[in-house]
């Protein structure tokens, strides 16, 4: 069946760090990909998303690019900011029409 | 206004009650989903409905009953509680079930069974 590998957390960076969390997936067929945020005490929210090949999504300085030679969709930022931290999932969606997580991977980044 | 609500947040039982967990939406969605997170922050999908009729149904107990009186409201019974069901629990909801569509999450229902 499908799944989701992200990297094991919890990352801890200083502001203004780079920041990549790896992610590789198993999927048949033509998965779309997502990374959700979820802040302390709340529920996740989409951060971006790539729904084909090569695609790239971006939102808040966040990159990831859908490369499926590598199966994976790491996620990127130049420059981390204290109000990043949080739990970052790594999901995609296939022809089950349903949500597969990675297990998520804790971001504190200090000042 | 809040795009995805439940009620309650907290919830706090003895094991072999049972209890609701509600859920509301107010997009317009078609389609709604519950998941189940873990200690470990590891998030599984339950069930998900669209336009009320069920369309995934995974490996839970039979202990646990989705009802959906309509598009905007899906709600999860669970009979008999147990220790392991403590966890939280986060409804979702998204236009339709594509695959490309993004899911809107609730806040979460935090159930401890003691």
């Known amino acids: 069946g499908n799944s989701v590998t992200q990297m094991e957390g919890p990352v801890t960076l200083s502001e203004e760090a780079f920041l990549t969390i790896n992610c590789t997936y198993t999927?048949?067929?033509?998965?779309?990909l997502f990374w959700y945020v979820q802040y302390p005490g709340e529920g996740l929210q989409l951060l971006l998303k790539?729904?084909?090949?090569?695609d790239k999504g971006s939102n808040k300085g966040f990159e990831a690019t859908y490369r499926k030679e590598t199966t994976s969709f790491h996620l990127e930022k130049g420059s981390v900011q204290v109000s990043d931290s949080a739990v970052y999932f790594c999901a995609l969606s296939g022809r089950a029409q349903k949500l597969v997580f990675g297990q998520g991977t804790r971001l504190t980044i200090n000042p | 206004d809040t795009a995805v609500s439940q009620t309650p947040k907290y919830l706090v039982t003895q094991m072999g009650n049972d209890k609701s967990i509600k859920c509301e939406q107010n997009l317009g969605h078609d389609t709604m989903y519950w998941y189940k997170q873990d200690s470990k922050k590891f998030l599984k999908i339950m069930f998900s409905y669209n336009n009320k009729e069920l369309i995934i149904n995974e490996t839970v107990p039979n202990r646990f009953s989705p009802k959906s009186p309509d598009k905007a409201h899906l709600n999860l019974h669970i009979n008999s509680l147990e220790l392991g069901d403590s966890a939280v629990y986060f409804c979702?909801?998204?236009?339709?079930?594509?695959?490309?569509?993004?899911?809107?999450f609730g806040p979460g229902t935090r159930l401890t069974v003691l």
């Open positions: 979702a909801s998204s236009r339709d079930p594509s695959s490309y569509n993004e899911q809107f």
């Open positions: 790539a729904t084909k090949a090569d």
């Open positions: 999927a048949t067929g033509y998965p779309s």
